[in-house]
């Protein structure tokens, strides 16, 4: 006579139990794998962009040392004479001219 109420082989639940703790921890270490690799990716594209942003820098501030010395000797020139500021008039709508005219060629261009 069998008995129904019966616990199954003890054995057999734990190989179960144990086999389902492998498959879930497996399952852990290739996430946990793949996170680090996300983290290291992260990691390198952020020092990629510091290495970028820190040329920017270093660009924007050369760019500020040649205008600075431009708009010195821009200035200059305007505070030198009538004949200057004639000519510096005439080089500033010429340059305006200049920047519309382009301006009208690029976007007829793009059409």
Not at 28 to 56: C, F, P, W
Not at 73 to 87: E, I, Q, Y
Not at 93 to 111: C, K, M, P, R
Request: glycine content about 8%.
């Amino acid at each position: 006579m069998a008995d129904w109420g019966r616990v199954p082989n003890s054995g057999a639940v734990d190989e179960m139990l144990d086999a389902e703790n492998k498959r879930l921890a497996d399952n852990l270490s290739s996430k946990v794998t793949r996170l680090k690799s996300l983290a290291l990716d992260i990691d390198q594209e952020a020092d990629d962009h510091n290495k970028y942003l820190d040329g920017m820098d270093s660009d924007f501030l050369s760019v500020t040392g040649l205008l600075g010395g431009s708009v010195k000797r821009f200035t200059g020139m305007a505070l030198s004479g009538r004949d200057n500021r004639k000519l510096l008039c005439y080089v500033s709508v010429g340059l305006v001219a200049l920047f519309f005219l382009l301006y009208y060629l690029v976007s007829h261009a793009s059409t």
